[in-house]
């Protein structure tokens, strides 16, 4: 089956991290607006990039997957006002990424199964040098694919969810990739989840109809589920968003880690009546 051999041989290696390495890494790390480095060796030989931001009075972690080619630096508008809100962010550099030094010696195949290894990876450093915080998955296109999965979604790669996470937040997606994802893969993602997309969110080569975006939402268990949809928004909407647009993606996903996160009970009120202003459409499942 495509993927699944490479993947799940590079997710048995994954059960046990160089933790060490990323506890005394991270024992002096300090807050703020640019990250922290921290070189963690994978089971797969290679040295995964974490970039790592710590926020003050920290509630909650959030481990953050790229787009397609991305790195995480290029979200540092949202991930910065998610750590200013109390959430750390822990990224990985994907082998995917132009900016990687190991970019070419990897094909799109052996790209996606070693994001799930990142993952995992990041995962078990979370627990590690964060014992007791909730985490949430969280990422854009390719990597909201991988959050997804994260989250329980099953594609023929098998099942990778972790049942720790509290959430997901889906930026985009990466559409119904032939092959790997299939008509039953959502029904695995039963936790909480916010999918943000647009009605110009398209993906040459993978998603021709925006509405090809929903299919997180609409057929996962419903259940603490919120599609969000901006007129005229395109798949780099996170990025390119005016200030008012960008105003309610930050205060959607704040109230959504608010609520699923830790629990809180008002920040779930203020969720599910949260307001769709002009050009804006809200679902709940």
Request: a negative charge; charged letters at 20%.
């Amino acid at each position: 089956m495509l993927f699944r051999a490479l993947a799940i041989g590079l997710i048995l290696l994954a059960a046990s991290p160089a933790l060490s390495t990323a506890q005394t890494a991270l024992s002096t790390e300090a807050a703020g607006s640019d990250p922290r480095h921290v070189m963690i060796p994978a089971p797969d030989g290679r040295t995964i990039d974490l970039s790592v931001w710590t926020a003050p009075d920290e509630r909650g972690v959030i481990v953050f997957s790229p787009g397609f080619n991305s790195t995480p630096a290029a979200y540092h508008r949202i991930l910065s006002a998610w750590v200013g809100h109390g959430y750390s962010v822990i990224a990985p550099l994907h082998v995917d990424s132009l900016q990687h030094p190991q970019h070419a010696d990897y094909d799109n195949r052996a790209a996606f199964a070693t994001r799930i290894m990142d993952m995992a990876v990041a995962r078990s450093v979370v627990r590690a040098t964060h014992p007791g915080k909730p985490i949430i998955a969280a990422g854009h296109s390719f990597g909201s694919l991988i959050s997804l999965i994260e989250g329980g979604a099953v594609t023929a790669a098998g099942a990778h969810g972790d049942p720790d996470l509290k959430g997901v937040i889906a930026l985009s997606s990466a559409g119904d990739i032939p092959g790997l994802v299939s008509p039953t893969t959502w029904e695995g993602l039963d936790i909480p989840l916010m999918l943000i997309t647009g009605d110009r969110d398209l993906v040459p080569g993978f998603v021709a109809d925006w509405r090809d975006h929903r299919r997180p939402f609409d057929a996962s268990p419903a259940g603490g589920k919120t599609l969000i949809i901006f007129e005229g928004a395109d798949h780099e909407f996170v990025d390119n968003a005016d200030d008012s647009d960008f105003a309610l993606v930050i205060e959607a996903t704040e109230a959504f880690l608010d609520a699923y996160a830790t629990g809180d009970a008002d920040a779930l009120a203020r969720l599910n009546a949260l307001p769709a202003p002009d050009g804006v459409s809200i679902e709940r499942r």
